[in-house]
């Protein structure tokens, strides 16, 4: 089974642009998870989709939005980028059940490098 | 402020030594995942402890969980090059969804 592919695995933009990453998930999985990685905060959750709808959200600003299509596949939107936005930017999808303490298994992609210039 | 603290933020040992990282928070988990993640990847599930007190060994990874369900070790014997990367803990909060709530990570390089 292919894992969670995301695209494009760089990418450097100037202050003030957007970007549209992209992330499929493993077939099958109905829910897709993003997150921002970054030396000094770590991992952040960015927010969660599950059948075309946001299921849930972190603190993150309006720029940060995403979208789920009907297989699946995931996008993430950051407008009006800002030098602080450079990070490793992660998906991860799962089933998307609700398996009591042990949670829905996360499996991650290998992220998108975002430079913000 | 970290919900999660993991220690030591960063270590390098020789191939052959122990080693023990730590997890902790003053929050109770319902369960709580250590993950693995090399430079270029994404983090790898390694291991999800439920019940307090719980050991879960693999190989020569060793996880246990408190027995208050707040903080976690994994201890490695015989550590080898494979084993370099970044060590996440993960703790699982029951809400009105699942929250996961991921530590700072502790970056361990083995050295030959």
């Known amino acids: 089974k292919a894992g969670v592919t995301q695209t494009p695995r760089y990418l450097i933009k100037t202050r003030g642009q957007q970007v549209t990453l992209s992330c499929s998930p493993i077939?099958?999985?109905?829910?897709v998870s993003w997150y921002q990685q970054t030396p000094g905060q770590g991992l952040q959750f960015l927010f969660e989709y599950f059948s075309e709808t946001q299921r849930n959200k972190g603190n993150f600003p309006g720029r940060f939005s995403g979208r789920q299509f009907s297989n699946s596949r995931s996008e993430m939107n950051v407008s009006t980028l800002e030098l602080g936005d450079s990070a490793l930017y992660l998906c991860?999808?799962?089933?998307?059940?609700?398996?009591?303490?042990?949670?829905?298994?996360?499996?991650f992609g290998p992220g998108t490098r975002l430079t913000v210039l | 402020t970290q919900l999660l603290e993991q220690s030591p933020q960063f270590l390098s040992i020789q191939e052959g030594e122990n080693l023990t990282v730590y997890c902790n928070s003053s929050?109770?988990?319902?369960?709580l995942q250590w993950y693995r993640q090399e430079p270029g990847e994404g983090p790898v599930l390694l291991v999800t402890v439920v019940t307090g007190g719980e050991v879960k060994k693999l190989k020569r990874l060793t996880f246990q969980f408190g027995d208050a369900r707040k903080d976690s070790s994994l201890h490695i014997t015989a550590a080898q090059p494979g084993d370099t990367g970044l060590y996440l803990c993960a703790g699982l909060m029951k809400t009105s969804y699942d929250k996961v709530i991921f530590g700072p990570g502790t970056s361990l390089s083995v050295i030959p």
């Open positions: 929050s109770v988990f319902s369960s």
């Open positions: 991860a999808s799962s089933l998307g059940r609700d398996r009591g303490s042990l949670g829905d298994t996360q499996y």
């Open positions: 077939s099958g999985h109905r829910s």
